[in-house]
């Protein structure tokens, strides 16, 4: 019983900020690794960010670098995605990931962000 809930998506104009959050249940989560991807309709999903199980590694698409920062409260079973200075190209759906140990990986429902120009 895996669930991963995405949410703090929304609609904001260029050069804001969201936050957006992904609270875990049914894993053990300091053993997951976690990452957020986002997807535009027509296009392949592509890795955001990602932070290992501890939160002492992470790393960022190079076009967020500067601009995303991904971190998680395992007392909260929740990683974080902060954007800064959003862009229209930002504009996608973000889905939360949970990877583990042998190659399992488990997704959200995913949140939209919608950057305005």
């Known amino acids: 019983q895996v669930h991963l809930v995405e949410s703090g998506g929304g609609l904001v104009e260029l050069g804001e900020s969201l936050r957006l959050s992904c609270v875990a249940s049914?894993?053990?989560?300091?053993?997951?690794?976690m990452s957020w991807y986002r997807q535009v309709p027509g296009e392949e999903r592509e890795f955001v960010a990602g932070?290992?199980?501890?939160?002492?590694?992470?790393n960022y698409k190079n076009s967020v670098k500067g601009r995303f920062t991904i971190s998680r409260d395992n007392a909260k079973n929740t990683v974080y995605l902060q954007m800064n200075s959003l862009r229209p190209e930002d504009t996608a759906v973000y889905y939360c990931?949970?990877?583990?140990?042998?190659?399992?990986?488990?997704w959200g429902q995913g949140t939209q962000v919608t950057v305005s120009s």
């Open positions: 990931s949970a990877r583990f140990l042998m190659g399992q990986e488990y």
């Open positions: 049914g894993l053990t989560f300091s053993s997951a690794g």
């Open positions: 932070i290992t199980g501890l939160g002492t590694q992470s």
